[in-house]
């Protein structure tokens, strides 16, 4: 029912930054602060990846091969979750994707945002 728009991907140099931002719409402040939302990325010729999630009250997790690089927040006001991507590496050049959780194999997927790190 929510649709989530993925923005902020871009080019960067390796150790750069960049801010993603996944938009709702669709749906009220208080229905959005419920939702368990995740962020996937997917590289070419490769299975996608979770990457982090945040909960309803603001817990977190995050895949080993980002902790410590990236956070993720949200703004139940605005209805958005954002990922905050520092220390970037060519690694982490894929397509990024947010998604309400739990996802499942009939869960659909946006367009998703580049992220392109070169080296």
């Known amino acids: 029912q929510v649709q989530l728009v993925e923005s902020g991907g871009g080019l960067v140099q390796a150790g750069g930054s960049l801010r993603l931002s996944c938009a709702a719409s669709g749906s009220t402040f208080s229905t959005f602060s419920m939702f368990r939302i995740g962020w996937y990325r997917q590289a070419p010729g490769k299975q996608r990846e979770f990457i982090a999630a945040i909960g309803s009250a603001s817990n977190t997790n995050y895949a080993d091969s980002v902790k410590g690089r990236f956070t993720i927040s949200r703004d139940n006001a605005k209805r958005t979750v954002y990922l905050q991507m520092n220390s970037l590496k060519p690694e982490d050049t894929a397509v990024y994707y947010c998604?309400?959780?739990?996802?499942?194999?009939?869960?659909?997927w946006g367009q998703g945002t580049q992220v392109t790190v070169s080296s």
């Open positions: 998604n309400v959780l739990p996802v499942v194999a009939k869960t659909s």
